[in-house]
């Protein structure tokens, strides 16, 4: 399955605050009696999911290239 790439934007949280966010959907989808709802959440855990990985990603490399420097070559 193909789907197309969401634009680049400018990360307005960080990934621990991504990681709680997805831990409260997670709770709001555990309590959700209709399914209608929990298809909802579960959409949102898999966009918060992406939004939480690349987050986490570019933490991790931005500490990387503070601790080390840029990569050559």
Same mark, same amino acid.
């Given at each position: 399955?193909? *789907?197309?790439?969401?634009?680049? *934007?400018?990360? =307005? =949280?960080?990934?621990? !605050?991504?990681?709680?966010? $997805?831990? /409260? $959907?997670?709770?709001?989808?555990? /309590?959700?009696? @209709?399914? !209608? $709802?929990?298809?909802?959440? @579960?959409?949102?855990?898999?966009?918060? =999911? #992406? *939004?939480?990985? #690349?987050?986490?990603? =570019? !933490?991790?490399? *931005?500490?990387? #290239? !503070? $601790?080390?420097?840029?990569? /050559? #070559?």
């Amino acid at each position: 399955m193909i *789907t197309a790439m969401r634009p680049f *934007t400018i990360p =307005t =949280t960080s990934a621990a !605050e991504e990681r709680a966010r $997805l831990a /409260q $959907l997670r709770a709001e989808r555990a /309590q959700a009696v @209709d399914s !209608e $709802l929990r298809e909802d959440i @579960d959409a949102e855990i898999v966009a918060a =999911t #992406g *939004t939480y990985v #690349g987050l986490a990603v =570019t !933490e991790i490399a *931005t500490l990387r #290239g !503070e $601790l080390a420097g840029r990569d /050559q #070559g």
